[in-house]
Nanobody, 123 residues
Framework: QVQLVESGGALVQAGGSLRLSCASS????????MGWFRQAPGKEREFVAV????????YYADSVKGRFTSSRDNAKNTVYLQMNSLKPEDTAVYYC????????????????WGQGTQVTVSS
């Protein structure tokens, strides 16, 4: 069982930065791919980023590539999403998720989810 708790969401002006954190209580945290997803009102949940458990390689949605960076600290059972150059269209509830499937861009492939943290970017 993996329990996830996100933090770090806030209201920020366009062009600003935020760092989201996702802390896990599970002992097997290091063996899970850790994904970030977001959901804006009226929209489907969409893939943002993932960091792979085996080699910490990262993959990003085209919409955030070059602006967002995901990292993990297995010793702290925590994954991070550094978000720079934020845009109003980044406004959403951000979720972290843990999974072992190779289908890393689909939210359906993840087994455990946090409660989400709100990110609001004002123009």
């Amino acid at each position: 069982q993996v329990q996830l708790v996100e933090s770090g969401g806030a209201l920020v002006q366009a062009g600003g930065s935020l760092r989201l954190s996702c802390a896990s209580s599970g002992r097997t945290f290091s063996s899970y791919n850790m994904g970030w997803f977001r959901q804006a009102p009226g929209k489907e949940r969409e893939f943002v980023a993932v960091i792979i458990w085996s080699d910490s390689s990262t993959y990003y949605a085209d919409s955030v590539k070059g602006r967002f960076t995901s990292s993990r600290d297995n010793a702290k059972n925590t994954v991070y999403l550094q978000m720079n150059s934020l845009k109003p269209e980044d406004t959403a509830v951000y979720y972290c998720a843990a999974g072992k499937s190779g289908v890393i861009r689909s939210w359906r492939a993840y087994d455990y989810w946090g409660q989400g943290t709100q990110v609001t970017v004002s123009s």
